[in-house]
C-alpha cells in the first residue's frame, strides 16, 4: 500500500528569525519514502540538516521577514499492517535495562512524574507487569481525557491534562508516557502522520499525531492511548522525552503562524486493465503525477487548528 503524506505550513516572521523545523521524516522510515524527499520553501533559504541527540533530522533555516510557505509531499510505502500486538511482552526490572532506555525512565518538561508517581502506583501498582500494565494505562488515559482541538494548551503538562481530564493527542501521549515512567517502564514520546486508513474517517481537520512507545520485551511497541486501538499507517517524523523534543518548529524570535496544513491520505491502487498500458500511457501518468499532488497540496491552504 501507498501513503501520501506531506504538509503546508506558513509563519510570519516581522525581522529575521533562526529556526529549527522537525518535520522530515524519519531515518527509520526514510528506505519507504519513494522519490524525492525534502523541505522546500516559497522564497529562497539556505537550509541545512543535522541529526540530534535521538536521531531525528532536523533543518536549520533564517527565516527572511515576511511570510515563508514551507511544504513537502511525498509517497510511502506502508506494509499496510496495525500496529503489532505483544500480549507475552515483559517488563523489565530497572538494572536489566539497556543503557539508552534509561533517560525514557526519567521526568521531563511535559511528563512530570514527581506529581504522578503516588497516582500511578495506587492505579496500577495490582497490575500484571508488562504489556497488560501498559495497556491498563492506555485504557485509564483513554478513558479519562476528552478529546477536542479546541481544548489545545501548548504550556499543559501530563499532570495538568490528568486534572483537567481534556486535550489533544499530544496530552493523551504524555499522561501514558509520564505513568509508564513512574511503573518504571521505559516510554517516549511520537510524533508523525496517522491517517484515517483502516477506520471510518472522522470530522476532524488532519493534523500531525503523538503516539508514544513503550520498551517491553526487548524492544520498543507502539502504544496509542488516544485511539487505544492498533492502527494502520502511521509515518514516524521524530521521538523523544516528550514534545519539546520533537516540536514541529522551533523558532528563536517572534513569528506568527499564518497557514497549517497536513495530509495522509492512502493511495488507491490503479484500476485494473484488461490490456497493458502503451509506453507512453506510463510515462504521461508519471510526468502528471508530482505536478498534480504539488498542485492540491499549494491549492488548499488549511487554517492553524491547535
Do not use: K
Given at each position: 500500500?501507498?501513503?501520501?503524506?506531506?504538509?503546508?505550513?506558513?509563519?510570519d516572521?516581522p525581522?529575521?528569525t533562526?529556526m529549527?523545523?522537525?518535520?522530515?521524516?524519519h531515518?527509520s522510515r526514510?528506505?519507504?519514502?519513494?522519490?524525492?524527499?525534502?523541505?522546500g520553501?516559497?522564497?529562497?533559504?539556505?537550509?541545512?540538516?543535522?541529526?540530534d541527540?535521538?536521531?531525528?533530522?532536523v533543518?536549520?533555516?533564517?527565516?527572511?521577514?515576511?511570510?515563508?510557505?514551507?511544504?513537502?509531499?511525498?509517497l510511502?510505502?506502508?506494509?499496510?499492517?496495525p500496529?503489532?500486538?505483544?500480549?507475552?511482552?515483559m517488563?523489565?526490572?530497572?538494572?536489566?535495562?539497556?543503557?539508552?532506555a534509561?533517560?525514557?525512565?526519567?521526568?521531563?518538561?511535559?511528563?512530570?512524574t514527581?506529581?504522578?508517581?503516588?497516582?500511578?502506583?495506587?492505579l496500577f501498582?495490582?497490575?500484571?507487569?508488562g504489556?497488560?500494565?501498559?495497556?491498563?494505562?492506555?485504557?485509564?488515559?483513554?478513558d479519562?481525557?476528552?478529546?477536542?482541538?479546541e481544548?489545545?494548551?501548548?504550556?499543559?503538562?501530563?499532570s495538568?491534562?490528568?486534572?483537567?481530564?481534556?486535550?489533544?493527542c499530544?496530552?493523551?501521549?504524555?499522561?501514558a508516557?509520564?505513568?509508564?515512567?513512574c511503573?518504571?517502564?521505559?516510554?517516549?514520546?511520537?510524533?508523525?502522520?496517522?491517517?484515517?486508513?483502516?477506520?471510518?474517517?472522522?470530522?476532524?481537520?488532519?493534523?500531525?499525531?503523538?503516539?508514544?512507545?513503550?520498551?517491553?520485551?526487548?524492544?520498543w511497541?507502539?502504544?496509542?492511548a488516544?485511539?487505544?486501538?492498533?492502527?494502520?499507517?502511521?509515518?514516524?517524523?521524530?521521538?523523544?522525552r516528550?514534545?519539546?523534543?520533537?516540536?514541529?518548529?522551533?523558532?528563536?524570535?517572534?513569528?506568527?503562524?499564518?497557514?497549517f496544513?497536513?495530509i495522509t491520505?492512502?493511495?488507491?491502487p490503479?484500476?485494473a486493465?484488461?490490456?497493458p498500458?502503451s509506453?507512453?500511457?506510463?510515462?504521461?501518468?508519471?510526468?502528471?503525477?508530482?505536478?498534480?499532488?504539488?498542485?492540491?497540496?499549494?491549492?488548499?491552504r488549511?487554517?492553524?487548528?491547535?
Amino acid at each position: 500500500m501507498q501513503i501520501r503524506a506531506g504538509f503546508e505550513i506558513a509563519y510570519d516572521c516581522p525581522q529575521p528569525t533562526p529556526m529549527l523545523l522537525t518535520l522530515s521524516v524519519h531515518p527509520s522510515r526514510l528506505p519507504d519514502v519513494i522519490g524525492p524527499h525534502g523541505i522546500g520553501f516559497d522564497r529562497p533559504v539556505d537550509a541545512t540538516d543535522y541529526r540530534d541527540g535521538f536521531g531525528n533530522i532536523v533543518t536549520r533555516i533564517l527565516a527572511p521577514p515576511g511570510r515563508l510557505t514551507m511544504a513537502a509531499e511525498f509517497l510511502v510505502q506502508d506494509p499496510g499492517t496495525p500496529d503489532a500486538v505483544a500480549p507475552e511482552a515483559m517488563q523489565h526490572a530497572v538494572q536489566d535495562l539497556p543503557d539508552e532506555a534509561l533517560v525514557f525512565l526519567l521526568g521531563s518538561r511535559y511528563c512530570d512524574t514527581d506529581r504522578l508517581s503516588d497516582t500511578a502506583w495506587s492505579l496500577f501498582g495490582g497490575t500484571p507487569p508488562g504489556w497488560a500494565r501498559v495497556q491498563a494505562i492506555c485504557d485509564y488515559v483513554h478513558d479519562r481525557i476528552a478529546f477536542g482541538y479546541e481544548f489545545a494548551d501548548p504550556t499543559r503538562t501530563a499532570s495538568g491534562a490528568h486534572a483537567e481530564r481534556r486535550g489533544v493527542c499530544r496530552d493523551f501521549a504524555h499522561l501514558a508516557v509520564a505513568l509508564c515512567r513512574c511503573m518504571n517502564i521505559p516510554a517516549r514520546y511520537c510524533t508523525g502522520y496517522l491517517g484515517d486508513i483502516g477506520v471510518p474517517p472522522v470530522d476532524y481537520p488532519m493534523d500531525f499525531s503523538a503516539w508514544f512507545e513503550a520498551y517491553l520485551g526487548g524492544r520498543w511497541y507502539t502504544f496509542d492511548a488516544r485511539h487505544n486501538t492498533p492502527r494502520i499507517g502511521r509515518i514516524l517524523v521524530a521521538r523523544g522525552r516528550d514534545a519539546t523534543d520533537v516540536a514541529i518548529t522551533t523558532s528563536f524570535g517572534p513569528c506568527i503562524l499564518a497557514g497549517f496544513r497536513v495530509i495522509t491520505d492512502e493511495v488507491p491502487p490503479p484500476p485494473a486493465q484488461d490490456w497493458p498500458a502503451s509506453p507512453h500511457d506510463d510515462a504521461s501518468a508519471l510526468a502528471d503525477g508530482p505536478a498534480s499532488l504539488a498542485q492540491s497540496l499549494s491549492d488548499d491552504r488549511g487554517q492553524p487548528h491547535g
